[in-house]
């Protein structure tokens, strides 16, 4: 049986996995991330990537080291977690009555006594907000949910309301593709509810 790590300290991507069954330990990477890439799919491959390698580099044999990182990306342009409540408000006011895209790659290596195995995927989703005033955009920033969230809002928080419609894997937008991640895994012969 091979120990599974999550290389975040995400609570939501913790509570996804434990939904899904999966027993595992979390050891969030302690290294400084550098996006080194443009293009929001390939940012976040391979800042998963490097969560994952670096908590890799610290265990040892029989291991499988889930490391994983979303963004929010609108018209081409990154929106990370804002660094103060204004920005969370111009944020918002960006999002409300347009689509925009929700990224999170993830890198998991498989490390056995003979070999080691990197694989790394991402996965999108659109998602709507309803037009949305600047009034009820301010009542949600004061609540300080969206602080530490990239796109300045939280899928399962009060600005859910706000959703008009979901492209793709709602899970995704948490923080986690855990069907990807099943199937990924599947691929490669792993049950992640299997192991220890």
Known sequence: MRQIILASSSPRRRELLEKAGVHFQVMPSQEEEHIEKKEPAQIVENLSWQKAASVASKTGQDVIVIGSDTLVA????????????????????????????????????VRDKEEEITKTFSRRTDVTFYPVDEKEIRAYVATGDPMDKAGSYDIRGDFSVYIKEIYGDYNNVVGLPVSMLFWEMKQLGIDLRGEK
Not at 77 to 82: A, D, E, S, Y
Not at 90 to 109: A, D, M
């Open 74 to 109: 609108y018209e081409g342009r990154v929106l990370g977690k804002p660094r103060d409540e204004e920005e969370a408000v111009e944020t918002l006011k960006l999002l409300q009555g347009n689509t925009h895209q929700v990224y999170t790659g993830v890198t998991v290596i």
